[in-house]
């Protein structure tokens, strides 16, 4: 599927594990396209930041039941990527999100 680099990565997740995974590992959690693969992850991230891309995970995330009064519905089915970034290597993604929080 031919995509467009802009298209495959729709937002970072900002969680308490990825922050985790930030600071220890020099890892990026990000939600993607559902029909982006490894390779389209890759590319997207090296063009965009800029930066040297070791590895990338890729997960199919089950979306989760959620009950709507008597009725019990679906949240939808995503998929994240975790970004394995060189070493000295970093990404300013969650700077932003830090001073807007003060």
């Known amino acids: 599927m031919n995509m467009n680099i ?10 308490e594990k990825s922050m985790g995974l930030s600071e220890a ?4 959690a990000f939600e993607v396209h559902p029909a982006a693969n490894k390779i389209q992850v890759r590319q997207a991230i090296e063009t965009l930041f800029e930066v040297k891309v070791t590895g990338v995970r890729v997960l199919n995330m089950t979306g989760k039941e959620k009950r709507f009064g008597v009725r019990l519905g679906r949240r939808k089915n995503w998929k994240k990527a975790i970004v394995h970034l060189a070493e000295g290597e970093s ?11 003060e």
Request: net charge negative; glycine share 8%; aromatic share 4%.
């Open 6 to 15: 802009a298209d495959i990565l729709l937002r970072p997740l900002v969680t």
């Open 25 to 28: 590992h020099n890892q990026v």
């Open 91 to 101: 990404l300013d993604v969650f700077e932003g999100m830090a001073e807007a929080g």
